[in-house]
């Protein structure tokens, strides 16, 4: 494992963690090099990373990414994929724009597709921690993860993000369930009397909402961090990632996070034999995330 200390031009940044503000690193990765680029970039004016640049003002948000998300359009391959894992915030008593506003600049200026608006739906807070009640509306539940194509084709499985059937549906579809589903007449007059419908294919398609507390507080990284008397205030779970690695990507692809803090997307991305870079601009994430990649894998890459 290596950490590429910035450079005029990256000779092979795969399975390296590079330490530099992504938007000059960036510029170093060739054209249409990469097949996904799925991160989270720093929330609007939320966080300190001890970062180069951190705090950037919601209404300054898309004036910040924009020349950022130019570089990601650029390094993906043309049937390539973006996923943005972003969330909004209040201002001023209302919930800014800013993310909305970023979706349409995507779309409209930098030349992505938005493929599907996923929602992350983190139930693990505990019921009256983060409460917004006295602020006129509930507390904030989920996060927006954002699908964009390149261009009109993109790499996508559904197998590997099936959702397990219940119990009962798995009793239908081996026609031992109660009742003739083939019968059901629906208020909606949809006709589920085909065989497609109730054939067993190993799982349902998961839908757009993806349900995952975010429980990695114990994990490697954290106790590295604790040793290292440093903190990170904003991971995302594994899980998530995962979701969108395996869905959007084949064995062997390249998965590219240029705002990779703890490392999550590539050690994902290694677990799942990918190849992946990781860009961050905090030196020490980066030392971390290659120490945490080491202890998980014992510097075996699976992605070559
Ligand atoms: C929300 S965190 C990402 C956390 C990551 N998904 C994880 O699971 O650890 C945002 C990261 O962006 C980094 N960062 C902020 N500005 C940056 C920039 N211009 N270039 C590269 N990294 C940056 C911060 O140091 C921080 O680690």
């Not at 929330?43 to 004036?63: H, T, W």
């Not at 026609?175 to 067993?200: A, I, L, M, Y």
């Not at 349900?211 to 604790?226: H, I, M, P, Y």
């Not at 395996?246 to 996070?257: E, P, Q």
Request: net charge positive.
């Amino acid at each position: 494992m290596r950490i590429t200390k910035k450079q005029k031009y990256l000779q092979n940044a795969i399975n390296s963690f590079v330490y530099g503000n992504c938007e000059e690193v960036l510029k170093q990765i060739p054209n249409e090099s990469v097949d996904l680029v799925v991160t989270s970039p720093p929330y609007a004016d939320q966080r300190d990373y001890g970062s180069l640049e951190s705090s950037i003002s919601p209404d300054q948000y898309v004036k910040w990414f924009a020349p950022k998300a130019k570089e990601i359009h650029r390094v993906l391959k043309n049937n390539g994929s973006f996923v943005l894992n972003i969330n909004d915030k209040v201002v001023g008593g209302y919930q800014h724009l800013f993310v909305f506003e970023l979706v349409l600049h995507l779309c409209k200026k930098t030349g992505f597709n938005l493929v599907r608006d996923y929602i992350w739906y983190n139930p693990a807070t505990p019921p009256n921690v983060f409460s917004r009640g006295g602020y006129g509306r509930t507390k904030k539940s989920h996060e927006y993860c954002f699908w964009f194509s390149k261009g009109p084709e993109w790499t996508f499985n559904l197998d590997p993000i099936r959702k397990p059937y219940g119990k009962d549906m798995l009793k239908f579809l081996e026609g031992k369930g109660k009742g003739d589903r083939n019968q059901n007449t629906r208020p909606s007059t949809h006709n589920f009397n085909c065989e497609k419908v109730w054939t067993n294919k190993g799982g349902s398609d998961p839908g757009s909402v993806i349900e995952l507390g975010n429980t990695n507080s114990n994990d490697v990284f954290a106790k590295l961090c604790k040793e290292r008397g440093i903190s990170h205030p904003a991971r995302f779970p594994e899980k998530l990632v995962e979701f969108f690695i395996l869905s959007g990507t084949k064995v062997g692809d390249v998965v590219l996070d240029p705002f990779s803090g703890s490392g999550t997307t590539a050690i994902s991305a290694e677990r799942n034999g990918r190849k992946w870079i990781g860009i961050d601009g905090n030196a020490d994430y980066c030392e971390l995330a290659a120490a945490r990649m080491e202890i998980e894998f014992g510097g075996e890459s699976r992605g070559d």
